[in-house]
C-alpha cells in the first residue's frame, strides 16, 4: 500500500512539474533592453507577431514585457503583478498596446492618466500625473477628462471625444493632429495650441 501511494505521489509531484514548464512556456517573458536583437530593419511594423511594452509604476516586477500583437493592456498588468495599493481601474484595461508603450499604474490616490497609458519616451512622473509635463502644457495623449475639459473652449463633450479618438486611433503624433477630433477647428485649436504638448 505504501509504495502505490509513493508511486501516486511520484506520479503528481511530475505532473505538476510539467504543468508548470508548460505555464512557463506560454507566458511572455521579460525582456531586457540590452537583450533585443539590433537589425538594420529593425523598425516596427503592424505586422510585427510580437510587441514590447514597459509596465511601471505599481506593481510587483516592473519591466519590459513582450506581448503578443494585439495584446489589451489588463494582459500586461496581470504579467507584472499588482501591488495591494495599486488602482489598475485608473486605467482603460481594454485598451489596445501598441510596441514601445509605457503601462504606469497608479497608487490609489494617484491621478492617473485616463484612456491613454502611457507613450515611448514618456516619463512615470507625467504618466501618473494625468500628463501635466513640466511647463504646465497638458499632455493631450495622457491627459484625463478634467484636465481636457479645463482647456479654453473644451468642455466635457470635446474632452470626451479627444479620449474616444485617442483610444480608437492611437496617441496624437503632433498638436495638430487634435484637429482630426470633430468639433476642434482652425480658431478652437489656436486658443489651445501654447497650452498643450504631446510625448
Not at 505521489?9 to 511572455?28: C, D, I, M, S, V
Amino acid at each position: 500500500m505504501g509504495l502505490v501511494a509513493a508511486l501516486l505521489f511520484g506520479l503528481g509531484l511530475q505532473f505538476g512539474r510539467w504543468q508548470e514548464r508548460k505555464a512557463a512556456e506560454e507566458t511572455p517573458r521579460v525582456v531586457a533592453a540590452d537583450e533585443r536583437p539590433l537589425s538594420k530593419n529593425d523598425n516596427t511594423t503592424s505586422e510585427a507577431s510580437t510587441i514590447q511594452v514597459h509596465v511601471a509604476g505599481a506593481v510587483e516586477r516592473p519591466g519590459v514585457y513582450e506581448l503578443k500583437n494585439g495584446a489589451r493592456v489588463n494582459e500586461a498588468v496581470a504579467l507584472a503583478g499588482l501591488l495591494p495599493d495599486a488602482d489598475p481601474n485608473a486605467l482603460n484595461l481594454a485598451a489596445p498596446l501598441m510596441d514601445g508603450q509605457q503601462v504606469v499604474v497608479p497608487r490609489r490616490g494617484e491621478v492617473a492618466a485616463a484612456g491613454y497609458t502611457g507613450l515611448p519616451g514618456a516619463s512615470a512622473a507625467g504618466a501618473t500625473t494625468g500628463g501635466v509635463k513640466s511647463g504646465g502644457k497638458i499632455n493631450i495623449n495622457t491627459a484625463g477628462l478634467a484636465e481636457l475639459d479645463g482647456l479654453p473652449g473644451i468642455g466635457p463633450t470635446l474632452a470626451q471625444r479627444i479620449i474616444d479618438y485617442r483610444n480608437q486611433k492611437g496617441p496624437f503624433r503632433t498638436i495638430e493632429d487634435l484637429q482630426n477630433v470633430s468639433g476642434i477647428g482652425p480658431s478652437r485649436f489656436n486658443e489651445i495650441k501654447d497650452l498643450i504638448t504631446v510625448y
